[in-house]
Structure formats: structure tokens, C-alpha cells
């Protein structure tokens, strides 16, 4: 695909080289001096991305990066500077601007300040970015969405967004546009995250109460993300109190949270730690424990999780900061048995694993007031193992025949990076960088030993599928310009090239994205990007299993590529209220699936095993979003189609993807009954997945002997389950001590027991045999419902 852009991609790297000279030639005129420094939260020292800074003498304006630094260039004059951020008290800084001017802003989200009155107009509104086909969900609006046994779940909210689906009932994967999971690229302050569920897909990894911000871009990728096809999820992890210690803790149905935060060296230094284990397997122990001894054997069995993430700061000076993150997880399924009585005990143990570990060392350093730089390198790893060991003792001779089996795959990645912002002047916000990332693949690897006590009999092998080594290096350039007061425009660039098996793979990925004003305060904005991946996940149309494989662009599979197009209106209605319409199209070539017949437990090169397709997804969204005020949430609906084609799949013929789903709706909403109570709802409704199932069934006998029966399949995901329905309500009841709040929280998933569909499948009914003594039955379909109405309770502090 990526060829159809050569001329294209000329054009546009010209037109933006003319750009950059142009705003060189222009900045360089005129006697400009800037303000820069960070927006900090004035309780806890945590920076805040995303705030707006306005001069309400000059009407112009900036933001805050993802480290929560701004500059801002103005000419030499009295300077009124008004910051906002949603939840917090808006603030107003007054200078005579004679020189180069660092300043350090708090802002409260409990104390009364100085009020400012700013119009809508001197705040950036949704009608004035550039970027879209973006979602902000505040971390607090997150927490108070009804979830799954309680679990406050990060992924599960995402996809009660516009133009996100599920992979289905109760799974925490997202389907973005059309796309797969593998399509998401999932970063975790800065880190890609390989694996993003807990119990086989129930639950994410990501636990809220170590999160501060959580963005998802859907399309109009800006020049500095790539890698992936469909979508961006840009999580950031809390930086830890610099004023004082603060934690908490929490307790219900599935598990248990603690974290705890503050500073090292006050206004210095601070960290963050936070934990999270699920208890049912210790829980249940006893119970399994006794279960098997009535039956004569010893063991037990049982699953849990766990996570871990922790962070820490150092503020060497204004110009120079340091973080060090990490975050880890591992889940655990287990099953030990062993015969108590007889002469020959068999002994049985299983364990299932699997797990993530990023980390990342970050440097913040200020070079000039218009220039700020982050560098980091990062570690990610994602392990999946299996083991299974048979043993027979002979109690008598204490003799053993054993045989075991093991099997272990996943990738490990080290990476660096540098980023820079540079802001000559409202007009420009300039972002440039490279990158590089060593990927190391272990497709699996199956391990074979036997021990034969009474022969003195030793075996072991070892089949593999050929570990790889890859460099992915990238580059990028992106200027998001203000031309004039209705027209806006984020101009880009993406180099990427993939070195793996002697091969190099190169690609030039555009971006545009524009916002142009209507009249009323209506924006229209368009995107257009072009992505490229190399790595995919090789997975069965189904459960996302942790057993699916993360593998390579190799000299056999050629790396996925796809292109969007977006339009959209944009508006915010009274204060509080924001709209937005948008209609997409995306093309995508080079799909990765297993070929009919194939499967993951196999000695022949995963290569031969695949094959490579391409695909499409179009719609429209519609999303209004109130993020603050005692009564906050979303409303969401998505129309779509996503298709597939593979020449050796359903004749070469185009068929609905898996997850094609054409109505989506969600309604989640937030109400501050009092300080002290507050309630929270979801309802949602999707189309049926599509399935393949049988047209009909036919019967015969090999040479007139031997009885078979077959099956007809007419075209693949040929049906369509039952629509879905779920509501999901919460209420939360606050009350503050002295020196801690308690929170008890009560709920409901799936309030009215809706038999949502898990998956179907087709069964023969007996009714008796025919007059010829044949028997006569009939196929059912028939449907398999995963969750009931399940209630949930917890209990938290804060402290």
C-alpha cells in the first residue's frame, strides 16, 4: 500500500521543510521574551499535563506537555497569565514581561483562589485543537464507573467510548475502528505494554490508583507516536506526593489495592508504590484441600494475580529532572494432586503463567526556555510459560518414572528515545525526535524430559521454534501551527525502518490533521494518517488468550500498513458540554491470521503457518462528554463495518471481521447526590458479533461401510449472535475522619441478569429413529451465557 504514496510523501516533506523556514525567518524578527516553568497540583507537587495557559492582554495561549511544562513567547509588555484545568481552581499570574521568565504555578482543587473570569473563548475548547478523534477521561470519573465485581478497570471504561468495542462479555481487549488488539499500541508512561489483561482477558493490568492520566487516540495520529495500526493508548503513572505521606487501601470481591506515597525530600524528591493481589485461591484452600483428601489425594488447585508499580523523582534544579518507573505483573493458574493410599502413587502438577515488567528511566532538562528535551531508555518483557510433570512412585522401592513437559515464549525489548518540544511563539509548537528499539522474540519453545528410576533411564530434547532479533529505529517531525484564527493545522512526519534476518523495511508515514472555525463556534476538522507496523500478534478469532504469540516482520511476513481518513464537527455546548461527529475510513494490508487447520502447539515454523490479508473499517461516531460538576460522563453511539479478505480464506471473497458490530451505544453518567453520596450508572448496547456456523449437514459412508457426517459453511462469520444489553449501577458513600475518608461502594454488574452471549454452537437433538431405522435428529443453536447479575461490595480508605 505504502507505494501508492511516493509522490505524495515528496510533496508534503517540501511543503514542510517551507514551513519550518518560514517560521525560523519569522521568530527571528521582533524583541520577544518568554515564560516558562510547570503547573503543578499545589496539594501533592504532581505536574499536570494538558493545562491551559492563556494571556488575557494578548488573547494568545499554550499548554502543558506530558511533564506538565509550558513556554510561552510574547512580546515585551504587561502580561496577565490565566491557567485553567479541568477540577482545579483556575489561577492568574500578573508580570511586566522585560526578560526571560521561569515561574512555578500551583493550582488547588479545594481552596478558594482569586477568582478570574475567563470567557469561553480564553480557554482551549475542544472546537480549538487540532487533534481529533481523541478521549480524556479523568482518572476520578474513571474510578467511579461501575465495574466487573468492583474492580475499578481502566480498558473496561475505554470501551464505552465511541468507535471501541469489546471483545466481548466481561474481556477487557479493545477493537478500535476495524482494528485488532494487537493494532493498539499501549504505552505505560512511555513503556509498551504487550499483555494488558489479567484472567484471561476479565481484567486489565493497569491499576487506577498508580494512574493519573489516560488518553486514547482513535485516528489523526500525530507524527510522534508509530508502531501500530489503529490506535494509541498513552497511559502516565502518578509521580508520588512531594508535600506529605498519603496512601490507601481497599478490599473486595476479587482483590486487595495498597498504596502508599510521598516525598523523599519535601519539594525534592517523592515516590509512589502500589500493589494489588487477588485472594481466592488462599481464600479457597482449605476448602480444595479438604475436597481432594476426601477422594484420597493431596493437592489443591487455584489462579490469582498481582501487580506492582512504583515510581520515583528527583528535581536536580528548574532545568533537570529525574524519574525512574516500574511496573509488574504475573498471573498464575496451578493444579498439584497427589494419591494418598496404594503402593503406586501417581502425582500430577500443572502451572500456567504468564506476565509483563516495564521499566523506564526518564530525563527531563530544560535547554532554553523554548526548548525542553525528555530522554529515556526503557526495558520490556512479556513471558508466557507452561509446565506439566506426571510422576509414578513405587512407595515401596521409592523408585519414580517421571515425565515432563514445558513449553515458553515471549519477547523482550530495550529501547531509547529522545523527544523535544520547541516553541518559538504561540503560533508553533514544534515536537522532533528518535528512537530505537532492540526486539528480542522467543516464539516458544517446547521442553521434553523422562526419568525411568528402575531402568536408570535418562531422556530430554529440546524443539524451538528460531529466536529473532530485530532493530525497529524511528524518526519524527510535527509542527502544530496556528495560520490565523480559524485555521489550525498539525503538520507531520513518521521515518521508521525495521532491520531483521538480513532484511530492511522502510516506510514515510504523513500526518495532517486540520481544524478550520464555523461560524457559532463549529469546528470542522480533517485527518489523515498513514501507519506501519512490524510486529503482530498472532491469535485465534476468539478469547484473547495469553497463549497467542507476539511475532515479528520477518523475510516471509511483510510488516501491516494501513491509512485513515477522518471528518469531523466539533462544538462546545454552554460550559460545560462537548460534541463532536466524526465519519472515518481505514484500509489496512498485510493482516496477520493462522491459516485454516493451524494452531498454536506445533513443530513447523509458525512462517508456513500463517497467512496475510487486508481489511477495512468505515462509520461514524457520535460522543457528548461532560467531565466535571456533580453531574458528569458521556454519551456515545458508533455505526461501523469492518471487513477482511485473505485469497485463501472464504474463496478470496470479502467477509465481516469477528468483531464487526454494526450499532454501539453507551451512556455512562456520574451524580453527586451530596458530599457524601454519590451514584453512577452505565447502559449499554451492541450489535451481535459475527460467527461461522454451518448452512446444513450432510450424511454418508466410505465404501459403503463406515458412516460419516459433514458439514456445509457457505461463507465465513455468516451469522450474527443476539444483540447485547447490560446495566451496570454503583453508589459510593463517603465520609472524612480526622486523618482518613472511608469510602463504602455497592453495586451491580448486568443489574437485570440479561443472558448476554458468551459464544454459540450447534447440537443435535435425538427424536427417534426414522422408518428405515435411521435416526432422525435435528441441529439447535444454541447459546452460552457467561454472567448473571453479580453484586459487588468494597471498602477503602485514604489516609
Given amino acids: 500500500m505504502q507505494h501508492k504514496y511516493n509522490g505524495l510523501c515528496t510533496a508534503y516533506i517540501k511543503g514542510l521543510i517551507s514551513i519550518f523556514l518560514i517560521t525560523q525567518s519569522v521568530f527571528l524578527a521582533g524583541q520577544n521574551f518568554t515564560i516558562s516553568g510547570y503547573v503543578e497540583d499545589a496539594s501533592s507537587g504532581e505536574k499536570l499535563i494538558g493545562a491551559n495557559l492563556i494571556d488575557l492582554n494578548s488573547g494568545e495561549g499554550t499548554i502543558t506537555n506530558t511533564f506538565g511544562y509550558f513556554s510561552l513567547t510574547l512580546p515585551k509588555d504587561s502580561v496577565r497569565l490565566a491557567i485553567t484545568y479541568i477540577g482545579y481552581q483556575s489561577g492568574l499570574k500578573e508580570l511586566f514581561l522585560e526578560e526571560d521568565t521561569q515561574i512555578e504555578i500551583a493550582l488547588s482543587d479545594n481552596v478558594e483562589l482569586q477568582e478570574v473570569v475567563i470567557t469561553a473563548k480564553q480557554t482551549e475548547l475542544i472546537e480549538q485543537r487540532t487533534q481529533m478523534s481523541t478521549v480524556e477521561i479523568p482518572i476520578a470519573q474513571i474510578k467511579k464507573v461501575p465495574a466487573l465485581l468492583g474492580e475499578t478497570d481502566v480498558l473496561k471504561a475505554l470501551q464505552l467510548l465511541p468507535g471501541v468495542q469489546s471483545g466481548g462479555e466481561g474481556q477487557s481487549g479493545l477493537y478500535v475502528r476495524g482494528g485488532s488488539p494487537d493494532q493498539n499500541l499501549i504505552l505505560l508512561d512511555g513503556v509498551p505494554v504487550y499483555n494488558a489483561s489479567h484472567l484471561f482477558g476479565f481484567f486489565s493490568v493497569f491499576n487506577a490508583d498508580a494512574i493519573k492520566d489516560v488518553k486514547l487516540i ?328 495469553p497463549t497467542d504469540l507476539w511475532l515479528p516482520t520477518t523475510k516471509k511476513v511483510k510488516p501491516q500498513d494501513s491509512y485513515q481518513v477522518a471528518l469531523g464537527l466539533a462544538k462546545t455546548i454552554g460550559k460545560d458540554y462537548e460534541f463532536s461527529i466524526e465519519a472515518y475510513f481505514k484500509e489496512m494490508s498485510n493482516l496477520l491470521s493462522y491459516a485454516d487447520g493451524e494452531g498454536l502447539f506445533s513443530l513447523s515454523d509458525w512462517q508456513d503457518r500463517v497467512i496475510q490479508g487486508d481489511g477495512k473499517a468505515y462509520g461514524a461516531e457520535f460522543f457528548i462528554q461532560k467531565k466535571s460538576g456533580r453531574l458528569s460522563g458521556w454519551l456515545g453511539y458508533t455505526l461501523a463495518w469492518s471487513l477482511r479478505q485473505f485469497d485463501e480464506l472464504n474463496r478470496g471473497e470479502e467477509f465481516p471481521f469477528r468483531y464487526d458490530r454494526r450499532h454501539d451505544f453507551s451512556i455512562v453518567a456520574n451524580y453527586e447526590l451530596t458530599p457524601k453520596i454519590n451514584i453512577s450508572g452505565t447502559w449499554i448496547y451492541g450489535s451481535g458479533n459475527a460467527v461461522t456456523l454451518e448452512d446444513s449437514k450432510y450424511q454418508g459412508t466410505y465404501n459403503g461401510d463406515f458412516p460419516y457426517e459433514g458439514a456445509f459453511y457457505s461463507d465465513r462469520n455468516n451469522y450474527r449472535m443476539r444483540s447485547y444489553h447490560r446495566l451496570d449501577i454503583g453508589i459510593n458513600f463517603v465520609k472524612k475522619r480526622e486523618k482518613y475518608e472511608r469510602t463504602w461502594s455497592f453495586g451491580a454488574y448486568n443489574t437485570y441478569s440479561n443472558k448476554n452471549p458468551f459464544f454459540v454452537y450447534t447440537e443435535n437433538n435425538y427424536l427417534g429413529s426414522n422408518p428405515d431405522g435411521t435416526p432422525n435428529s435435528e441441529t439447535v443453536l444454541k447459546q452460552a451465557s457467561l454472567f448473571p447479575i453479580i453484586p459487588y461490595v468494597t471498602y477503602r480508605i485514604d489516609f
Fill in 218 to 545: 482513535k485516528g489523526g495520529f500525530p507524527a510522534r507516536y508509530g508502531g501500530r495500526l489503529s490506535s494509541v493508548l498513552d497511559i502516565n503513572m502518578k509521580e508520588g506526593n512531594m508535600q506529605e505521606m498519603h496512601g490507601s487501601a481497599s478490599i473486595g470481591f476479587v482483590a486487595s489495592k495498597f498504596t502508599l506515597e510521598g516525598p523523599i525530600k519535601k519539594d525534592k524528591s517523592s515516590f509512589i508504590v502500589s500493589a494489588r493481589r487477588t485472594y481466592i485461591d488462599q481464600l479457597l484452600k482449605p476448602f480444595i484441600a479438604k475436597s481432594f483428601e476426601d477422594e484420597g489425594i493431596k493437592g489443591g488447585t487455584g489462579y490469582y494475580f498481582y501487580d506492582l508499580n512504583a515510581k520515583v523523582n528527583y528535581k536536580f534544579s528548574n532545568t533537570d529532572r529525574l524519574y525512574l518507573s516500574f511496573y509488574g505483573g504475573k498471573d498464575k493458574f496451578f493444579l498439584d494432586q497427589e494419591d494418598l493410599v496404594g503402593r503406586f502413587k501417581d502425582r500430577f502438577e500443572n502451572d500456567f503463567g504468564w506476565g509483563n515488567i516495564t521499566s523506564a528511566l526518564r530525563w527531563n532538562h530544560v535547554w532554553t526556555p523554548k526548548l525542553f528535551s525528555n530522554t529515556m531508555v526503557t526495558y520490556s518483557k512479556y513471558n508466557l510459560d507452561l509446565g506439566s510433570l506426571y510422576s509414578t512412585i513405587d512407595s515401596t522401592n521409592n523408585l519414580r518414572d517421571d515425565i515432563s513437559l514445558g513449553y515458553d515464549s515471549g519477547i523482550i525489548d530495550y529501547a531509547a528515545k529522545i523527544d523535544f518540544d520547541y516553541i518559538p511563539s504561540p503560533e508553533h509548537f514544534i515536537r522532533f525526535g528518535i528512537s530505537g528499539i532492540h526486539h528480542h522474540f522467543f516464539p516458544g519453545e517446547f521442553n521434553l524430559n523422562q526419568v525411568v528410576d528402575e531402568y536408570d533411564y535418562f531422556f530430554s530434547t529440546v524443539v524451538k521454534q528460531n529466536e529473532i532479533k530485530a532493530q525497529e529505529i524511528a524518526a519524527y517531525v510535527e509542527d502544530d501551527i496556528s495560520i490565523n484564527d480559524r485555521l489550525k493545522m498539525n503538520v507531520g512526519l513518521h521515518l521508521s525502518t525495521f532491520l531483521v534476518e538480513g532484511e530492511n523495511y522502510n516506510s514515510i508515514q504523513p500526518r495532517l490533521g486540520a481544524r478550520y472555525l464555523l461560524p457559532n463556534d463549529f469546528a470542522l476538522k480533517a485527518s489523515f494518517a498513514t501507519m506501519r507496523q512490524y510486529i503482530q500478534l498472532l491469535a485465534f478469532e476468539g478469547i484473547g488468550l
